[in-house]
């Protein structure tokens, strides 16, 4: 039922900035806890960021990357600043009940997910 689209990533160079957005369909917005995540070629899933009550963000982007939410609009976003190489991934826009919501961030923990959208940051 429920549905998430990512949007935004491209090419871009070091130092460049990147807004990626997100958008929930299929059950209330204000009921979810989201979450994005990053994957590139041969590594694990990684945690990018998160929201429920608060925000948290994962060690590799604290302080260059600000999650936002809309919920007016379902969408949830993703500023990402002062791009380097090691940014490169597949990211994902993922949702979890509040009600099931836990600080350990773990992919198994959400159940819905994107599609994904593509970053590449060149140098």
């Known amino acids: 039922q429920v549905r998430l689209v990512e949007s935004g990533g491209g090419v871009v160079q070091v130092g460049d900035a990147l807004t990626l957005s997100c958008a929930l369909s299929?059950?209330?917005?204000?009921?979810?806890?989201m979450g994005w995540f990053r994957q590139a070629p041969g590594k694990e899933r990684e945690f990018v960021a998160a929201?429920?009550?608060?925000?948290r963000y994962g060690n590799s982007v604290e302080g260059r990357f600000t999650l936002s939410r809309d919920n007016s609009k379902s969408m949830v976003y993703l500023q990402m600043n002062s791009l380097t190489p090691e940014d490169t991934a597949r990211y994902y826009c993922a949702a979890v009940p509040r009600s099931q919501y836990d600080l350990e961030n773990r992919p198994s923990s959400y159940p819905y997910w994107g599609r994904g959208t593509q970053v590449t940051v060149s140098s």
């Open positions: 929201n429920n009550w608060l925000t």
């Open positions: 299929g059950d209330t917005f204000t009921g979810y806890g």
